[in-house]
């Protein structure tokens, strides 16, 4: 059961690369913020609605400030990476913008090992480095 994360990350992954591929198509004919601002209605309607079938709404009441000021910040980040991400997509392709925009993932490295105190092995290193050796070659492609 330890290792279901590496379950859920996945299905996360592929989940996004979904979404990628329709927001791409949706927006055709629309301005990036309104998509966004659509989706992120959906967004809302379905993550309480997983909240109050699991019956997790009266833990609301039980966070601390810390808490909320951390997932307040989280929330803002998250609606302006989303925005940002969106305008990336309605001007760039797909297949480009999904790799760099999935750099995130050196960030979040980095961010980790200097605020979290994880661990960072030469593993996690090399492969960040294919990351990003990818991203750039699949960025600077030429379309035929």
Known sequence: MKSMWVVFALSAAFT????????????????SS????MQAVL?????????????K????????PRTWVFLGIAGVLTTVS?????????IGD?????????????FAIILAAVFL???V???????AALMVAGAIIIALTKKA
Do not use: Y
Request: hydrophobic share 60%.
């Open 16 to 31: 996004a690369a979904v979404v990628v591929i329709i927001s791409k198509a949706g927006m055709k004919d629309m301005d």
């Open 34 to 37: 309104l998509a966004f601002a």
């Open 43 to 55: 967004i809302l309607i379905v993550s309480w609605s997983v909240v109050f079938f699991q019956g």
């Open 57 to 64: 709404q009266a833990e609301i009441l039980k966070l601390e």
């Open 82 to 90: 989303s925005l940002l991400s969106f305008r990336a997509l309605k």
């Open 94 to 106: 797909a297949s480009a913008v999904s790799p760099v925009e999935r750099l995130s993932l050196i």
């Open 117 to 119: 105190k994880e661990r």
């Open 121 to 127: 092995t030469w593993q996690v290193i090399a492969g």
